[in-house]
T-cell receptor, first 115, second 112 residues
Framework: KAGVTQTPRYLIKTRGQQVTLSCSPISGHRSVSWYQQTPGQGLQFLFEYFSETQRNKGNFPGRFSGRQFSNSRSEMNVSTLELGDSALYLC??????????????FGNGTRLTVT | AQSVSQHNHHVILSEAASLELGCNYSYGGTVNLFWYVQYPGQHLQLLLKYFSGDPLVKGIKGFEAEFIKSKFSFNLRKPSVQWSDTAEYFCAVRDNFNKFYFGSGTKLNVKP
């Protein structure tokens, strides 16, 4: 079974630009979550999508948005980039059904650098 | 809001030393507990998980963790570490709403 695939692996953008990151979950997984990882901060939860609906949301500003498609693939968009948005963005998928004990399976991440 | 605390940010051990990494969480309801590991240059991988039953769970590569409900803790242990265990370790909790909370991570450096 293929793992979680994130594209691109690396991105360099300038302040004020916007960026879209993509995530393909493991086949059969309906939940996709996004995390921001920075040194010393650990993993900060951005949002989770399940069956094309945002089910959970973290405490990030509205510049961070996402969506999920009918095939469970997900995209994350960050608008008006700031220097502080430089981070590793991780996508994780799981089966996600109510009461399901499936753990998260992570992709390799997209390393975003904002200059 | 739920929080997960990992008290050790950076641990340095010699090979064959014993390891214990602390993890405490704040949620009072039913939780699922996880430890993830991130080896240098690799993605996060599941080390072990606790859902219910025996509070002592065994994971891959000789790791184990003990769930102590009264202490809201889920500490990770390994009796004898190896150089290949050098990695960053993350404790995570999932609440009743399927929301995951991660600790800030502990970097383990094992000296050969």
């Amino acid at each position: 079974k293929a793992g979680v695939t994130q594209t691109p692996r690396y991105l360099i953008k300038t302040r004020g630009q916007q960026v879209t990151l993509s995530c393909s979950p493991i086949s059969g997984h309906r939940s996709v979550s996004w995390y921001q990882q920075t040194p010393g901060q650990g993993l900060q939860f951005l949002f989770e999508y399940f069956s094309e609906t945002q089910r959970n949301k973290g405490n990030f500003p509205g510049r961070f948005s996402g969506r999920q498609f009918s095939n469970s693939r997900s995209e994350m968009n960050v608008s008006t980039l700031e220097l502080g948005d430089s981070a590793l963005y991780l996508c994780a998928s799981s089966l996600g059904g109510t009461g399901n004990n499936s753990p998260l399976h992570f992709g390799n991440g997209t390393r975003l650098t904002v200059t | 809001a739920q929080s997960v605390s990992q008290h050790n940010h950076h641990v340095i051990l010699s090979e064959a030393a014993s390891l214990e990494l602390g993890c405490n969480y704040s949620y009072g309801g039913t939780v699922n507990l996880f430890w993830y590991v991130q080896y240098p240059g690799q993605h996060l991988q599941l080390l072990l998980k606790y859902f219910s039953g025996d509070p002592l769970v065994k994971g891959i590569k000789g790791f184990e963790a003990e769930f102590i409900k009264s202490k809201f803790s889920f500490n990770l242990r390994k009796p004898s570490v190896q150089w290949s265990d050098t990695a960053e370790y993350f404790c995570a909790v999932r609440d009743n709403f399927n929301k995951f909370y991660f600790g800030s991570g502990t970097k383990l450096n094992v000296k050969p």
